[in-house]
């Protein structure tokens, strides 16, 4: 019989809901269940992509005997982390604070109040690998709740002590001054890895947030080893088996340092920061490699990822007929036969061998650039464009007849403002009208269906709207609004930014303590408030809270909203200096701070062909902590960055500002680009 689960709409939840394990959603039954029982809570937490969460699953929770066990000695409930951010992350302080790492599955025992004593991540069924067997863990706690409740007691006693700071009165600790963007830079270069790009050794992550701060700190001082940085490592990913060579977008990490070998889930959030960084470096370096690595980016998700009402799907699973990246691999007889003439220079060009690369079978890489790998070829590269792009049409419909990964349908929303924002990056960047399409079909179906009065919902599934969202869905949204403002200058996105910013302020920010927290005033109430200010595979809420009002002060010039993010950064001063790698995100809005954002204001009539004129100017340089309005003041517009912006000689006209200082208004798209190129720099070259 299916348990409870079969009753919720989340695919990671409903993956177990034919386990003989008695589990329950978190939810007051389960809560109030282990109170009226006496028993400790077995937490389980993991979501829908991860490999190992499937291992555990198959190994443990579909045994008979383990979930005897578990069901007779413990409440046992299981935790969507990409719904419940809150829960995963309050329950992963807890394990990193006592095992000194964290990851998916996660296994936490709690006491009927929620309070954590014991925990992990994945447990074999049998002793392994150093690892205690699942069985032995579950028999210890149980005999230590029956028996040591008191030493149980005082370990989770202990372990609340981990969450004080959460609760912390914030304070400044440090000023603002180039001097920390200075100083992160340099903490950031010595991990870089010259080789294969990205920072540090095996497993690596797509450092795309601090990619990103690299960027603008490039743009701002001149210093082109950070550009190399940022470029380098963009390409090593995009020719790497961490990208999608056939069907186009990023997995969540790779298991080695030269980015061959994914973990072969892709997640949509990766793919939402890598699009927008890639829009960003192909306007600082017009390398056509990372535009083709950008645009089929965001047509994999228009094209896999995308639902009928326009939300974007959360994750396809690393693991298809009962095999970690099966959909995606090849054998050289594969190829040979699916190609004919074109599979010696296609086996040229993504290293293939008969050996493979991945258990006998190739993972398809580019180890050489295009004009190498024409010249190792034997062909001309116009020649080698041509044979690549027909040979991976005929990959992905072959491919599309394989068992397909499993594909998480649920519609976060915080991970939809972001993918927002990169699509809509790239459909301005790249003048695509089909992009421009998607953006806004995404956009109207968040505002119709997740956002309500400036409140926004975290997860939809089947017509299901449910869960109160947390800070990052708030802010992620109305940045992505923001973005499609910048596309259009339709200035209800405008509005729309707005209205979630004083919600989120209303309900977020705790005046008491002086800071933002995850989960909202009137939210369930959980052990602690959780108040996570770093990067981690996402932005924070924190971060992207003070970047959206940063930007809705300058674009609606706005004091208050400027104070409160300024106050935040300030009291992140020192973390971001001291550990770089772990405020990527908001490092950018400090830069925006530091070193002023670039107002762009376009006046005019905007389907007029020197207003588009001027447009395409602005889309073709990368300008960072770009504002950017567009429209007639006169004609009811209640953007302040157009107030007071006159056309010239009744043309179209642009307005270039920063730090209170405006270059002259020009009417001429060339002249625009010239200021837009010089609008960013603030130092002498390094």
């Known amino acids: 019989m299916p348990n409870r689960l079969s009753r919720e709409t989340s695919p990671y939840l409903l993956q177990h809901a034919e386990n003989p394990v008695d589990w329950y959603a978190w939810g007051p039954e389960a809560l109030e269940t282990a109170k009226r029982d006496d028993k400790p809570i077995l937490l389980s937490i993991g979501y829908a992509a991860c490999h190992w969460c499937h291992v555990m699953a198959h190994e443990s929770f579909e045994d008979e005997e383990i979930a005897r066990m578990m069901n007779e000695s413990f409440v046992n409930i299981k935790v969507d982390r990409e719904e419940r951010p809150d829960i995963d992350g309050i329950y992963m302080q807890a394990v990193q604070a006592m095992t000194g790492h964290g990851g998916w599955p996660m296994t936490m025992f709690l006491l009927p109040d929620g309070s954590p004593f014991f925990g992990g991540t994945y447990f074999p069924p049998d002793d392994r690998h150093g690892l205690p067997s699942f069985r032995r863990v579950l028999q210890s706690v149980a005999d230590a709740y029956a028996k040591r409740r008191e030493g149980v007691a005082q370990s989770a006693e202990q372990l609340k002590q981990i969450y004080q700071s959460n609760l912390a009165d914030a304070r400044s600790t440090g000023g603002l001054s180039p001097q920390l963007l200075e100083d992160a830079y340099r903490s950031l270069t010595p991990s870089y890895d010259l080789l294969n790009g990205g920072f540090g050794t095996a497993p690596k992550f797509p450092p795309t947030m601090v990619l990103d701060f690299l960027l603008r700190y490039w743009k701002r001082t001149g210093n082109s080893h950070a550009l190399e940085i940022v470029a380098t490592s963009f390409t090593k990913m995009a020719r790497g088996g961490i990208y999608d060579q056939v069907g186009g977008g990023f997995a969540r990490y790779a298991v080695d340092a030269s980015w061959l070998v994914p973990h072969f889930e892709k997640m949509l959030y990766d793919n939402a920061l890598l699009s927008r960084l890639g829009a960003h470096l192909w306007q600082a370096t017009r390398d056509d490699e990372v535009k083709r690595v950008t645009t089929e980016t965001v047509e994999w998700v228009e094209r896999e990822m995308t639902s009928p009402e326009g939300g974007f799907y959360s994750s396809l699973d690393a693991d298809s007929d009962g095999h970690e990246g099966k959909f995606y691999v090849w054998s050289e007889d594969e190829i040979d036969s699916l190609l004919g003439a074109d599979a010696l220079v296609f086996k040229s060009y993504y290293g293939v061998t008969g050996a493979g690369n991945f258990e006998g079978r190739n993972i398809l890489f580019v180890p050489r650039d295009r004009v190498a790998a024409a010249a190792h070829a034997g062909v001309d590269p116009d020649l080698l464009d041509e044979i690549i792009a027909r040979a991976k049409r005929v990959l992905y419909e072959s491919r599309a007849e394989r068992v397909w990964p499993g594909r998480d349908e649920k519609i976060l929303a915080s991970w939809n403002g972001l993918m927002l924002r990169g699509v809509a990056a790239a459909a301005r960047v790249f003048g695509r009208a089909d992009f421009a399409s998607l953006a ?59 209205e979630i910013a004083e919600a989120l302020i209303e309900h977020f920010w705790d005046g008491q303590v002086r800071s933002f927290f995850d989960t909202a005033k009137d939210a369930e109430q959980l052990i602690t408030r959780p108040r996570d200010v770093t990067d981690n595979a996402t932005p924070s809420g924190t971060s992207l809270a003070v970047e959206l009002l940063l930007h809705l002060s300058e674009l609606q010039q706005d004091a208050e909203y400027r104070r409160r993010a300024v106050f935040t950064l300030e009291t992140l001063a020192e973390a971001m200096t001291r550990h770089p790698i772990a405020f990527g995100q908001l490092l950018g809005s400090a830069d925006m701070e530091i070193n002023g954002a670039i107002e762009v204001a376009l006046v005019g009539d905007s389907p007029s062909p020197a207003f588009k004129a001027l447009e395409r100017a602005v889309a073709g340089q990368y300008v960072p902590s770009l504002v950017l309005a567009g429209g007639e003041m006169g004609k009811g517009s209640r953007v302040m960055l157009l107030a007071d912006r006159p056309l010239i000689d009744d043309k179209p006209t642009a307005y270039v500002c920063r730090a209170y200082t405006c270059d002259r208004p020009v009417t001429d798209s060339d002249a625009l680009s010239d200021q837009l190129e010089n609008a960013a720099k603030v130092g002498a070259g390094v």
């Not at 400036?454 to 990052?472: A, D």
């Not at 802010?475 to 339709?490: I, K, S």
Request: glycine share 8%; proline share 0%; net charge neutral.
């Open 440 to 498: 806004i079909r995404n956009a109207e179906f968040l505002a119709r269906e997740m956002v309500s009065g400036g409140r926004v919902m975290r997860s939809h599934k089947e017509g299901v709207t449910r869960i109160n969202g947390f800070l990052e869905d708030h802010a992620a949204v109305a940045l992505g609004f923001l973005a499609v403002y910048e596309l259009t200058f339709d200035e209800r996105w405008v509005e729309r930014a707005r």
